[in-house]
DNA sequence: CGAGTATACTATCATATTGATAGTTAGTCA
DNA sequence: TGACTAACTATCAATATGATAGTATACTCG
């Protein structure tokens, strides 16, 4: 795609899938969240090209949601992190995942639980200042070269 | 992207993707929901390639998301309006442009509005039980093949 | 020591997708 | 009639993808 031209530097939809915008990337991230770390967990979750997984994960790196760490002098090996940037697009993963739930069928499912009480989450969307469900009430977006 | 060997047929959120994980898709979802119809309005807006636009177009009317509607019959022209599906991926939207303004910077910003209150909205996850916020407490991701 | 294994890649290349540009179809308006 | 609008389609060069094979480094076992 090309972030030139378009609103793309204006608006922080489209601002974030200038690095988001590709499949890989945000699986990439859905398994980092699941604790996967070195190369070859991705590429054997993911059954993605090594070509692919390099790239993607340079770009994420670049990007600042991944950090690459030796974690071995002997053998030199990496892994790679989540950043503060990287674990803040959670909620994303968590929308994505409720959507997919909602309007793709059921099949088996990613779920999430909070590590210490266990319980399983049921992520929504709110707004933090009234706390009113987002998808309840007519909004009006408003984009940026408009009053 | 492959999505036959992956896991792609059995996490809701690699299922979203098979769906939406091309920018222009989301795109064209952000020009719905703040009120874009029309062909020429999303071409214009996005600044994307014809051929691309009925693509995508297409596609996301196939997969639920927008439906095609014939709004003149002489001359014959055709609309893209949400389907419920499409209104649901509002949160996703939401949380995407959130991250974006966190760790993308700050140009201008597409933002969001309710409607009847003129009210700005400031959108969060959150556990729909507890009430907690998504992020600040440590989260257990459990793939589908794992217990 | 040598064979086999593990990890993290890079090289190559055919195929698929994208994006830019131009052209088409069908109708309206003056 | 000629200009104009909306919604496309056709063409094609450039780029990205995915499959497969190969490389580099080090460890471990007998």
């Known amino acids: 795609m090309n972030s030139k031209k378009t609103s793309a530097n204006t608006c922080p939809i489209a601002r974030s899938l200038a690095v988001l915008g590709d499949s890989w990337s945000i699986l990439i991230l859905r398994d980092a969240h699941a604790g996967l770390t070195r190369f070859d ?4 979750s993911l059954g993605i090209a090594p070509t692919i997984l390099t790239r993607r994960l340079a770009m994420l790196t670049e990007e ?16 790679y992190v989540l950043t503060e940037a990287g674990r803040d697009f959670l909620p994303v993963l968590f929308m994505i995942g409720t959507w997919g739930r909602q309007h793709r069928g059921d099949g088996k499912l990613v ?14 969307t709110v707004d933090e200042v009234t706390g009113a469900k987002i998808g309840t009430r007519p909004i009006r ?3 940026p070269n408009e009053s």
């Open 64 to 79: 600042g949601l991944l950090e690459k760490r030796r974690y071995s002098e002997h053998p030199p090996r990496e892994e």
């Open 141 to 143: 977006v408003v984009m």
């Open 41 to 44: 967990q991705f590429r054997k």
């Open 111 to 124: 779920r999430f639980f909070d590590a210490e009480t266990g319980t399983e989450i049921r992520p929504v």
